[in-house]
């Protein structure tokens, strides 16, 4: 006897159920990189070495969707780090985020996959290098099986993508760090393996390049932000510099400058500037001309704008 073969209802390729759109980080220069920002319904990762700012821009999309869609937040702490005045200070009404810490790695896919049922707008993990896996917990100290952690994600991402693509408006986000290869000659690994990569639709890698410095103090360090992988707009391999100040986090009128100079309508040769005809000596002092002279950073944001 022929089995049956079921019907699928096959949707045309400009059908607007493929569409999506995006969440922004409302950073100039990286949301233009990744054409708007990260894609919706899909899954994002923010990978870097430690005290990058990865939270910090995981938090910035946060505050984009509270601010604009009046949407809460579902965050994954399972790195047991969430600071409400540290979010506060980025910027996140913190009433609307829904934290949950879990215990081991299982807790933290249920909780993404029930997110994800109740429709969440955005969902963070933090961070896959934190997660535990239950086998693991059960066991003695010395007991350290290698390549637990990649097996478990890649047995249990595939579902999570499953429930995306099912979804109506889920978008998820995971945090991940960067460790040092084994050999000087290879490349940086991420935790977990590469499953992550796989399911992943668009990855950004985050490194530290160069301080900021007053009087010889570290006031903030530049964000090296690289596109790396992408399935969903942009160039991979193209990367933007943040600058990312300790106290304050990120400046627009220094995000500015970072785009001018991208687009040449600021020069620099060494240690100068150049707008129109202005020669500024140093960086620092590039935002304090800009400071001082409104009209100018208003024509300078109006050439930013064509």
Same mark, same amino acid.
């Given at each position: 006897?022929?089995?049956?073969?079921?019907?699928?209802?096959?949707?045309?390729?400009?059908?607007?159920?493929? =569409?999506?759109?995006?969440?922004?980080f409302n950073?100039?220069i990286l949301d233009?990189?990744?054409?708007?920002?990260?894609?919706?319904?899909?899954?994002?990762?923010i990978? @870097?070495?430690?005290?990058?700012?990865?939270?910090y821009? $995981? #938090?910035?999309?946060?505050? &984009?969707?509270i601010n604009?869609?009046?949407e809460k937040?579902?965050w994954?702490?399972?790195e047991d780090?969430?600071q409400?005045s540290?979010?506060?200070?980025c910027?996140?009404?913190?009433?609307m985020?829904?934290?949950?810490?879990p215990?081991?790695a /299982?807790?933290a896919y249920?909780?993404?996959?029930?997110?994800i049922?109740?429709? $969440?707008?955005?969902?963070v993990?933090?961070?896959?290098?934190? %997660?535990v896996?239950? $086998?693991?917990?059960?066991q003695?100290?010395?007991y350290?099986?290698?390549?637990?952690?990649?097996?478990s994600?890649s047995?249990?991402?595939?579902?999570i993508a499953?429930?995306?693509?099912e979804? &109506?408006?889920?978008t998820l986000v995971?945090?991940?760090?960067?460790?040092? $290869?084994?050999?000087?000659?290879?490349p940086?690994?991420?935790?977990?393996?590469?499953?992550?990569?796989y399911?992943?639709h668009l990855?950004? =890698?985050?490194r530290?390049? @160069? #301080?900021?410095?007053?009087?010889?103090e570290?006031?903030?360090?530049?964000?090296?932000t690289?596109?790396?992988?992408t399935?969903?707009?942009?160039?991979?391999?193209?990367?933007v510099?943040?600058?990312?100040?300790? /106290? @304050? @986090?990120?400046?627009?009128?220094?995000?500015?400058?970072?785009?001018?100079l991208k687009?040449k309508?600021?020069?620099?040769?060494g240690?100068?500037? #150049?707008?129109?005809?202005?020669?500024?000596q140093?960086r620092i002092k590039?935002k304090d001309?800009?400071?001082?002279n409104? /009209? %100018? #950073?208003?024509? %300078?944001?109006i050439e930013?704008?064509?």
């Amino acid at each position: 006897m022929t089995k049956k073969i079921k019907t699928i209802n096959f949707i045309r390729g400009d059908s607007k159920e493929l =569409e999506f759109g995006r969440i922004p980080f409302n950073i100039k220069i990286l949301d233009d990189m990744i054409t708007g920002g990260i894609p919706r319904k899909h899954f994002t990762i923010i990978s @870097g070495m430690p005290s990058v700012g990865k939270t910090y821009l $995981a #938090y910035k999309l946060a505050k &984009s969707v509270i601010n604009k869609d009046k949407e809460k937040v579902y965050w994954i702490d399972a790195e047991d780090s969430h600071q409400p005045s540290w979010a506060e200070q980025c910027g996140v009404d913190t009433t609307m985020l829904q934290v949950f810490q879990p215990t081991h790695a /299982e807790e933290a896919y249920e909780a993404i996959r029930s997110a994800i049922h109740d429709n $969440a707008s955005l969902i963070v993990l933090d961070s896959i290098a934190s %997660l535990v896996p239950t $086998a693991m917990l059960e066991q003695d100290f010395e007991y350290n099986p290698i390549g637990l952690l990649a097996r478990s994600l890649s047995a249990n991402l595939p579902k999570i993508a499953a429930d995306l693509r099912e979804s &109506s408006n889920s978008t998820l986000v995971a945090i991940n760090q960067l460790r040092s $290869a084994i050999s000087q000659y290879a490349p940086d690994t991420l935790v977990g393996g590469r499953a992550q990569s796989y399911q992943a639709h668009l990855m950004l =890698e985050l490194r530290k390049e @160069g #301080y900021m410095t007053v009087d010889k103090e570290r006031q903030g360090h530049y964000i090296r932000t690289k596109l790396t992988k992408t399935k969903v707009g942009g160039k991979t391999d193209s990367s933007v510099l943040i600058p990312f100040h300790y /106290e @304050g @986090g990120i400046d627009d009128v220094e995000i500015s400058i970072e785009a001018a100079l991208k687009k040449k309508i600021i020069q620099n040769s060494g240690a100068w500037y #150049y707008y129109q005809d202005n020669k500024i000596q140093g960086r620092i002092k590039v935002k304090d001309f800009f400071d001082d002279n409104p /009209e %100018l #950073y208003k024509e %300078l944001e109006i050439e930013l704008a064509t």
